[in-house]
């Protein structure tokens, strides 16, 4: 195992209780909303398991998925919610160098967990497939919630990271602008990047909210500038001819 690997164990306990309690209901609900009508088939890639939802999700289409998740515990909690038709790799995405092509790949908060993203987004800009299509989602720094912990002393700066962040493995959290530069320098075609869902708490305080409340949440989401949102979407392509 390596050292990569072992840290992804380390956080993996604190990950899935974070997964199983909050983030289904508040995040992933609403990421399937956005992205279902973007997958590109029949081959899509899913960068981690998470919290199970999109692999779900997808057991009920017609596409054939390829998950890749870093950590075995987590595999070993999760693969039981797995459609038949997942299959499970488990190795980090720095190491799946046998560029196996893809028609959509999908990772949905990734990026603010692994040690290097731009060499984790050259890595996805190799799978996809010419014409491709790739979403990528992230905390944001700038969200609601942030600016009322930085308010409150809870947090000094926006993209400062709240200790619920670095025990469920978070390196990093990204400015709107931080985020689509990124996309850029790995030669992706961004062609929407987008913010969704509210939050002036945590995703624990919110975890007992009724799910009236969470769509109004995300439906005013969609009303106001996206860098208030508590995530940032973009919805990629690779172009033809990279």
């Given amino acids: 195992m390596s050292k990569e690997q072992q840290w992804l164990d380390d956080k ?4 899935i209780i974070e997964a199983i309690s909050a983030s289904a209901r508040i995040i992933s609900h609403y990421t399937w909303r956005l992205v279902e009508q973007f997958i590109k088939g029949p081959d899509v890639l899913l960068m981690g398991l998470g919290d199970g939802v999109l ?3 997808l057991g009920s289409t017609a596409h054939e998925i390829t998950v890749i998740e870093g950590s075995q515990k987590v595999i070993d909690v999760m ?3 797995m459609p038949e038709r997942c299959a499970i790799r488990h190795a980090l995405f720095e190491d799946c ?6 028609d959509t790949v999908l990772g949905t908060h990734v990026l603010e967990h692994v040690a290097d993203p731009a060499v984790v987004l050259q890595q996805v ?3 996809l497939k010419p014409g491709g299509r790739a979403v990528f989602t992230v905390p944001n720094a700038m969200s609601l919630h942030r600016r009322v912990g930085v308010k409150m002393g809870v947090l000094k700066t926006y993209t400062e990271l709240s200790e619920l962040d670095k025990a469920i493995g978070h390196r990093r959290v990204y400015t709107p602008w931080e985020f689509a530069w990124a996309l850029y320098k790995a030669n992706f075609k961004v062609d929407s990047l987008r913010g969704y869902m509210l939050k002036t708490v945590s995703n624990f305080q919110m975890k007992d909210y009724g799910r009236d409340v969470l769509d109004g949440l995300f439906a005013v989401s969609q ?3 996206y860098d208030q949102s508590a995530s940032l979407i973009a919805f990629c392509t690779k172009e033809p001819h990279t």
């Fill in 12 to 15: 993996a306990d604190a990950y």
């Fill in 55 to 57: 692999e779900m999700r």
């Fill in 79 to 81: 693969r039981h919610k």
């Fill in 97 to 102: 160098n046998d560029y196996e092509m893809y």
């Fill in 125 to 127: 800009h190799r799978w």
């Fill in 223 to 225: 009303e106001l500038p």
